[in-house]
Protein backbone atom coordinates (compact mmCIF):
# COMPACT_ATOMS: atom_id res chain seq x y z
CA UNK A 1 0.00 0.00 0.00
CA UNK A 2 1.72 3.19 -0.67
CA UNK A 3 1.80 6.05 1.42
CA UNK A 4 2.16 9.89 1.47
CA UNK A 5 5.99 9.21 1.23
CA UNK A 6 6.28 6.93 -1.33
CA UNK A 7 8.19 7.61 -4.79
CA UNK A 8 5.50 7.63 -7.53
CA UNK A 9 6.53 7.16 -11.00
CA UNK A 10 4.38 9.01 -13.55
CA UNK A 11 4.81 10.69 -16.73
CA UNK A 12 5.94 14.76 -17.14
CA UNK A 13 4.02 17.26 -15.62
CA UNK A 14 1.13 18.37 -17.01
CA UNK A 15 -1.83 21.63 -16.21
CA UNK A 16 -4.12 20.47 -13.22
CA UNK A 17 -6.71 23.03 -12.69
CA UNK A 18 -8.77 23.11 -9.35
CA UNK A 19 -8.63 23.23 -5.26
CA UNK A 20 -7.55 20.97 -3.19
CA UNK A 21 -8.87 20.65 0.26
CA UNK A 22 -6.32 18.23 1.44
CA UNK A 23 -6.26 17.22 5.07
CA UNK A 24 -2.08 17.80 6.20
CA UNK A 25 -1.35 14.97 8.51
CA UNK A 26 1.11 15.81 11.37
CA UNK A 27 5.00 15.94 11.67
CA UNK A 28 5.57 17.51 8.41
CA UNK A 29 5.60 21.15 6.88
CA UNK A 30 2.88 23.03 4.70
CA UNK A 31 5.36 22.87 2.14
CA UNK A 32 6.26 19.50 1.82
CA UNK A 33 2.52 18.56 2.39
CA UNK A 34 1.74 20.66 -0.65
CA UNK A 35 5.06 19.36 -2.91
CA UNK A 36 4.16 15.73 -2.56
CA UNK A 37 0.29 16.52 -3.29
CA UNK A 38 1.49 18.25 -6.18
CA UNK A 39 3.95 15.41 -7.32
CA UNK A 40 1.06 12.90 -6.47
CA UNK A 41 -1.41 15.03 -9.54
CA UNK A 42 1.44 15.45 -11.94
CA UNK A 43 0.86 18.89 -11.33
CA UNK A 44 3.21 22.00 -13.07
CA UNK A 45 2.03 24.69 -10.64
CA UNK A 46 0.30 24.74 -7.40
CA UNK A 47 0.01 26.86 -3.99
CA UNK A 48 -1.29 26.99 -0.30
CA UNK A 49 -3.68 29.21 1.28
CA UNK A 50 -1.66 29.59 4.82
CA UNK A 51 0.58 27.61 6.60
CA UNK A 52 0.00 25.30 8.99
CA UNK A 53 2.63 23.94 11.84
CA UNK A 54 4.37 20.82 11.28
CA UNK A 55 2.80 19.78 14.65
CA UNK A 56 -0.67 20.90 13.18
CA UNK A 57 -3.16 18.32 11.08
CA UNK A 58 -6.33 19.35 9.13
CA UNK A 59 -7.36 21.04 6.35
CA UNK A 60 -4.70 23.01 4.09
CA UNK A 61 -6.72 24.11 0.66
CA UNK A 62 -4.15 23.67 -2.46
CA UNK A 63 -4.70 25.72 -5.12
CA UNK A 64 -3.31 23.92 -8.62
CA UNK A 65 -2.86 25.82 -12.26
CA UNK A 66 -5.43 28.70 -12.56
CA UNK A 67 -6.65 28.54 -9.25
CA UNK A 68 -2.95 30.03 -7.86
CA UNK A 69 -4.68 32.87 -8.55
CA UNK A 70 -7.46 33.30 -6.25
CA UNK A 71 -4.99 31.75 -3.40
CA UNK A 72 -3.83 35.27 -1.97
CA UNK A 73 -7.92 36.38 -1.85
CA UNK A 74 -8.30 32.91 0.32
CA UNK A 75 -5.54 33.76 2.60
CA UNK A 76 -7.38 36.71 4.39
CA UNK A 77 -10.60 34.10 5.60
CA UNK A 78 -12.06 33.29 8.95
CA UNK A 79 -10.39 29.97 10.29
CA UNK A 80 -11.60 27.31 12.99
CA UNK A 81 -9.05 25.27 14.83
CA UNK A 82 -9.60 22.33 17.74
CA UNK A 83 -6.50 22.80 20.36
CA UNK A 84 -5.33 21.06 22.95
CA UNK A 85 -3.49 23.17 25.27
CA UNK A 86 -1.07 21.47 28.50
CA UNK A 87 -1.22 24.02 31.84
CA UNK A 88 1.98 24.48 33.86
CA UNK A 89 4.65 24.50 31.22
CA UNK A 90 5.93 27.20 29.03
CA UNK A 91 8.37 26.48 26.06
CA UNK A 92 9.99 28.32 23.55
CA UNK A 93 8.01 27.57 20.25
CA UNK A 94 4.68 27.64 22.33
CA UNK A 95 4.29 24.05 21.41
CA UNK A 96 5.52 20.75 22.24
CA UNK A 97 8.02 20.88 19.72
CA UNK A 98 9.87 23.30 21.64
CA UNK A 99 12.16 23.06 24.59
CA UNK A 100 10.71 24.01 28.08
CA UNK A 101 11.49 27.30 29.68
CA UNK A 102 9.54 26.67 32.78
CA UNK A 103 7.46 24.37 34.75
CA UNK A 104 4.83 25.68 37.06
CA UNK A 105 2.40 24.28 40.02
CA UNK A 106 -1.35 24.45 38.09
CA UNK A 107 -3.29 26.36 40.43
CA UNK A 108 -6.94 25.10 40.95
CA UNK A 109 -9.05 26.23 38.09
CA UNK A 110 -12.96 26.29 37.62
CA UNK A 111 -14.14 26.31 34.54
CA UNK A 112 -15.90 29.38 35.24
CA UNK A 113 -12.28 30.97 35.92
CA UNK A 114 -11.09 29.45 32.28
CA UNK A 115 -14.07 30.64 30.61
CA UNK A 116 -13.59 34.94 32.02
CA UNK A 117 -10.13 34.57 30.52
CA UNK A 118 -11.10 33.17 27.32
CA UNK A 119 -13.15 36.01 26.81
CA UNK A 120 -10.52 38.55 27.54
CA UNK A 121 -8.82 36.96 24.59
CA UNK A 122 -11.89 37.12 22.56
CA UNK A 123 -12.42 40.16 20.10
CA UNK A 124 -10.47 42.29 18.72
CA UNK A 125 -7.06 41.85 20.79
CA UNK A 126 -3.07 42.44 19.99
CA UNK A 127 -1.18 39.38 20.02
CA UNK A 128 2.63 38.96 19.94
CA UNK A 129 3.50 35.80 17.53
CA UNK A 130 5.72 33.37 18.42
CA UNK A 131 9.72 33.60 17.87
CA UNK A 132 9.27 30.51 15.73
CA UNK A 133 7.42 31.47 13.41
CA UNK A 134 7.72 31.96 9.38
CA UNK A 135 6.78 35.78 10.11
CA UNK A 136 10.26 37.81 8.43
CA UNK A 137 12.45 39.88 9.63
CA UNK A 138 15.11 41.70 7.45
CA UNK A 139 13.84 39.39 4.99
CA UNK A 140 14.71 36.65 7.16
CA UNK A 141 11.93 34.41 9.27
CA UNK A 142 12.40 34.79 13.09
CA UNK A 143 12.15 30.80 13.12
CA UNK A 144 15.58 31.09 11.40
CA UNK A 145 16.99 33.74 13.55
CA UNK A 146 15.88 32.01 16.63
CA UNK A 147 17.38 28.53 15.40
CA UNK A 148 20.64 30.85 14.95
CA UNK A 149 20.72 31.99 18.77
CA UNK A 150 19.89 35.49 17.77
CA UNK A 151 18.14 37.63 20.14
CA UNK A 152 14.64 38.53 18.03
CA UNK A 153 10.91 39.94 19.01
CA UNK A 154 8.26 39.53 17.09
CA UNK A 155 6.18 42.80 16.74
CA UNK A 156 2.88 42.95 18.33
CA UNK A 157 -0.36 42.85 15.97
CA UNK A 158 -3.61 43.16 16.11
CA UNK A 159 -5.69 40.37 15.41
CA UNK A 160 -9.66 39.38 15.38
CA UNK A 161 -10.45 36.52 17.55
CA UNK A 162 -14.51 35.60 17.29
CA UNK A 163 -14.58 32.38 19.17
CA UNK A 164 -12.34 31.27 21.67
CA UNK A 165 -14.15 28.20 23.97
CA UNK A 166 -13.56 25.66 26.74
CA UNK A 167 -14.62 22.38 25.16
CA UNK A 168 -13.76 20.22 27.85
CA UNK A 169 -10.81 19.50 30.79
CA UNK A 170 -8.78 16.70 31.93
CA UNK A 171 -6.17 17.52 34.46
CA UNK A 172 -4.11 19.70 33.26
CA UNK A 173 -5.23 19.45 29.21
CA UNK A 174 -7.74 21.99 28.15
CA UNK A 175 -9.28 21.00 24.75
CA UNK A 176 -10.28 24.47 22.87
CA UNK A 177 -11.93 25.53 20.23
CA UNK A 178 -11.29 28.72 18.44
CA UNK A 179 -12.25 30.63 15.59
CA UNK A 180 -10.13 33.33 14.16
CA UNK A 181 -9.19 36.13 11.13
CA UNK A 182 -5.91 35.67 9.29
CA UNK A 183 -2.82 36.01 10.80
CA UNK A 184 -3.92 35.20 14.32
CA UNK A 185 -1.41 32.38 16.08
CA UNK A 186 -3.11 29.89 18.05
CA UNK A 187 -0.01 28.97 20.37
CA UNK A 188 -0.18 32.80 21.07
CA UNK A 189 -3.70 32.47 22.47
CA UNK A 190 -2.67 29.40 24.67
CA UNK A 191 0.66 30.87 25.79
CA UNK A 192 -1.26 34.23 27.04
CA UNK A 193 -3.80 32.16 28.29
CA UNK A 194 -1.50 30.03 30.05
CA UNK A 195 0.36 33.49 31.68
CA UNK A 196 -3.15 34.84 32.08
CA UNK A 197 -4.35 31.98 34.47
CA UNK A 198 -0.85 32.31 36.35
CA UNK A 199 0.40 28.96 35.22
CA UNK A 200 1.93 29.32 32.26
CA UNK A 201 0.60 26.86 28.63
CA UNK A 202 1.63 25.40 25.64
CA UNK A 203 -0.35 24.00 22.28
CA UNK A 204 -0.21 19.95 22.41
CA UNK A 205 -2.55 19.41 19.41
CA UNK A 206 -3.43 21.34 16.69
CA UNK A 207 -6.14 20.45 13.77
CA UNK A 208 -7.77 22.86 11.56
CA UNK A 209 -11.44 22.27 11.00
CA UNK A 210 -12.29 24.68 8.60
CA UNK A 211 -11.22 27.79 6.20
CA UNK A 212 -14.07 30.23 4.44
CA UNK A 213 -15.66 29.24 2.48
CA UNK A 214 -15.04 25.46 2.65
CA UNK A 215 -17.04 25.17 5.92
CA UNK A 216 -17.52 21.48 5.73
CA UNK A 217 -14.77 20.61 4.04
CA UNK A 218 -14.72 16.84 2.18
CA UNK A 219 -10.59 16.38 3.04
CA UNK A 220 -8.38 13.90 1.17
CA UNK A 221 -5.06 12.51 3.11
CA UNK A 222 -2.28 11.88 0.90
CA UNK A 223 -2.43 8.37 1.67
CA UNK A 224 -5.62 8.54 0.15
CA UNK A 225 -4.73 9.96 -2.60
CA UNK A 226 -1.69 7.90 -3.62
CA UNK A 227 -4.52 4.55 -3.24
CA UNK A 228 -6.33 6.22 -5.70
CA UNK A 229 -3.25 7.02 -8.00
CA UNK A 230 -2.49 3.47 -8.07
CA UNK A 231 -5.42 2.04 -8.25
CA UNK A 232 -6.52 4.82 -11.35
CA UNK A 233 -4.83 8.01 -11.40
CA UNK A 234 -7.61 8.79 -14.15
CA UNK A 235 -9.75 9.75 -11.32
CA UNK A 236 -7.56 12.08 -9.41
CA UNK A 237 -9.16 15.31 -10.80
CA UNK A 238 -12.48 13.80 -9.27
CA UNK A 239 -10.95 15.24 -5.88
CA UNK A 240 -10.64 18.69 -7.01
CA UNK A 241 -13.24 21.37 -6.58
CA UNK A 242 -13.35 24.05 -9.50
CA UNK A 243 -12.30 27.37 -8.68
CA UNK A 244 -15.20 29.04 -8.62
CA UNK A 245 -15.71 26.92 -5.14
CA UNK A 246 -13.22 29.70 -3.48
CA UNK A 247 -15.40 32.34 -4.55
CA UNK A 248 -18.46 31.58 -3.18
CA UNK A 249 -18.94 34.35 -1.47
CA UNK A 250 -18.45 36.97 -4.07
CA UNK A 251 -21.21 38.01 -5.96
CA UNK A 252 -21.66 36.44 -9.48
CA UNK A 253 -21.60 39.14 -12.79
CA UNK A 254 -22.91 37.52 -15.85
CA UNK A 255 -21.59 39.44 -19.06
CA UNK A 256 -22.62 39.18 -22.74
CA UNK A 257 -20.63 38.26 -25.66
CA UNK A 258 -18.98 42.21 -26.34
CA UNK A 259 -18.66 42.44 -22.29
CA UNK A 260 -16.70 38.58 -22.21
CA UNK A 261 -14.82 39.62 -25.11
CA UNK A 262 -13.36 42.86 -23.43
CA UNK A 263 -12.77 41.01 -20.13
CA UNK A 264 -10.87 38.08 -22.02
CA UNK A 265 -8.12 41.04 -23.48
CA UNK A 266 -7.97 42.80 -19.82
CA UNK A 267 -9.86 45.57 -20.89
CA UNK A 268 -12.04 47.96 -18.23
CA UNK A 269 -15.64 48.12 -18.83
CA UNK A 270 -18.47 50.07 -17.52
CA UNK A 271 -21.58 47.66 -15.59
CA UNK A 272 -24.53 47.96 -13.94
CA UNK A 273 -24.30 46.89 -10.88
CA UNK A 274 -23.04 48.01 -7.17
CA UNK A 275 -19.57 48.47 -6.60
CA UNK A 276 -17.59 45.74 -5.39
CA UNK A 277 -15.68 42.60 -6.45
CA UNK A 278 -17.37 39.77 -8.37
CA UNK A 279 -16.40 36.99 -10.28
CA UNK A 280 -16.71 37.34 -13.91
CA UNK A 281 -18.64 34.91 -15.99
CA UNK A 282 -18.85 34.57 -19.96
CA UNK A 283 -22.52 33.60 -21.18
CA UNK A 284 -21.88 29.94 -20.98
CA UNK A 285 -21.03 30.01 -17.20
CA UNK A 286 -17.78 30.11 -17.70
CA UNK A 287 -15.30 31.75 -15.43
CA UNK A 288 -13.66 34.66 -17.20
CA UNK A 289 -12.18 36.57 -14.17
CA UNK A 290 -11.85 38.50 -10.94
CA UNK A 291 -12.70 41.75 -10.70
CA UNK A 292 -13.29 45.11 -9.22
CA UNK A 293 -16.55 47.63 -9.94
CA UNK A 294 -15.60 51.28 -8.61
CA UNK A 295 -18.07 53.95 -7.92
CA UNK A 296 -18.22 54.94 -11.53
CA UNK A 297 -19.19 51.69 -12.63
CA UNK A 298 -16.10 50.79 -14.00
CA UNK A 299 -15.02 47.05 -14.05
CA UNK A 300 -11.49 46.39 -13.24
CA UNK A 301 -9.91 43.05 -13.72
CA UNK A 302 -8.15 41.90 -11.07
CA UNK A 303 -7.17 38.32 -12.62
CA UNK A 304 -8.17 36.37 -15.74
CA UNK A 305 -8.48 33.02 -16.03
CA UNK A 306 -7.15 31.20 -19.12
CA UNK A 307 -10.11 28.95 -20.92
Not at 88 to 94: H, Q, Y
Not at 259 to 272: F, I, M, N, P, S
Request: with cysteine; glycine share 12%; hydrophobic share 40%.
Amino acid sequence: MPTFGSRIPGPGLRPVDGILLLDKPQGISSNRALQQAKRLFGAKKAGHTGSLDPLATGLLPICFGEATKIAGHLLGARKAYAAECRLGITTDTCDSEGSVLAERIVPALDGDAVCGELAKLTGRITQIPPVYSALKQGGVPLYKRARRGEAVQAPPREVEVFRFELLGRERDTLRLFVECGSGTYVRSLARDLGEALGCGAHVTGLRRLWVEPFREPRMFTLDELAQMRERDASRLPECLLPIEAGLVDWAALPLDEHGAEDVAHGRALRVTVAPGRYRVHAPNGKLLAIGDVDATGILRVLRGFVA
